[in-house]
């Protein structure tokens, strides 16, 4: 928890706008990754977005996992700005939703902010969650780790200390759901030595190329979720 993690340097940062080229070519290989893609069997996936991201950044991702036989939802909060713990009360009720709906645990995909969220939802109640994934998602080093975390700050009211402190509370339980970590070291956002998880015991972590903000469109990440979906993967 002591380690320092600085965020990512101006030159990543401004590498960010090639987010745009990455969902070029996801579109040109989509048809053939819906091909080879491993299929679900209709196991419910709740989706959640970053930082001040909302739904709508999720539904190219939403469509690809629902083509391939999951029933993947988002989670209807509007925009994620708000202080995590008044945030998960609100999830465990659209977690419990979709148990009922399904009959089954839920996998959790969560993108930046929404991995954290994903992952605290498993903390809390493993019983309900079968698998988290999280993508460029910081799990270490505070707002430190990223280059928008003074925006984190202002946007829900936190300081850095009482983030900390409230992770640190958190994190004296484990998380035993098995956690699958995609990052990239071309993350212009998240640090991706932030996205390193060395505290819980199922966790692997898997790296691809790319930016933060193209994530949620970027083929590697889409070429890894059928695989990572599955129990046994």
């Not at 909302?54 to 996992?65: A, E, F, H, K, P």
């Not at 992952?119 to 460029?136: N, S």
């Not at 699958?180 to 998240?190: C, P, Q």
Request: overall charge positive; aromatic content about 4%.
């Amino acid at each position: 928890m002591n380690e320092k993690i600085t965020a990512p340097g101006m030159l990543l940062r401004m590498l960010e706008g090639r987010a745009g080229l990455e969902a070029s070519q996801l579109i040109l290989q989509l048809p053939l990754l819906r091909l080879q893609a491993k299929r679900g069997h209709n196991e419910p996936v709740i989706v959640l977005p970053g930082f001040m991201a909302d739904d709508s950044s999720t539904m190219v991702l939403r469509g690809y996992l629902n083509s391939i036989g999951y029933r993947a939802v988002g989670w209807g909060l509007g925009i994620n700005r708000q202080p995590m713990l008044s945030l998960l009360p609100q999830l465990q009720i659209l977690l419990d939703q979709v148990i009922e709906a399904h009959g089954q645990k839920v996998r959790l995909v969560g993108w930046s902010r929404g991995g954290i969220l994903s992952r605290e939802l498993a903390r809390d109640t493993p019983e309900k969650v079968a698998k988290v994934i999280t993508i460029g998602s910081p799990v270490k080093g505070g707002v430190e780790a990223s280059s928008i975390g003074a925006l984190v700050q202002q946007t829900t009211g936190l300081s850095s200390t009482a983030m900390s402190a409230i992770l640190r509370e958190r994190q004296r339980v484990n998380i035993d759901v098995p956690i699958r970590a995609i990052f990239s070291k071309l993350d212009g956002v998240v640090s991706w030595q932030a996205c390193m998880d060395n505290m819980n015991p199922d966790v692997e972590h898997f790296e691809i190329k790319g930016s933060h903000v193209g994530m949620g469109t970027n083929v590697d990440v889409f070429r890894l979720l059928p695989k990572l979906l599955r129990i046994d993967a």
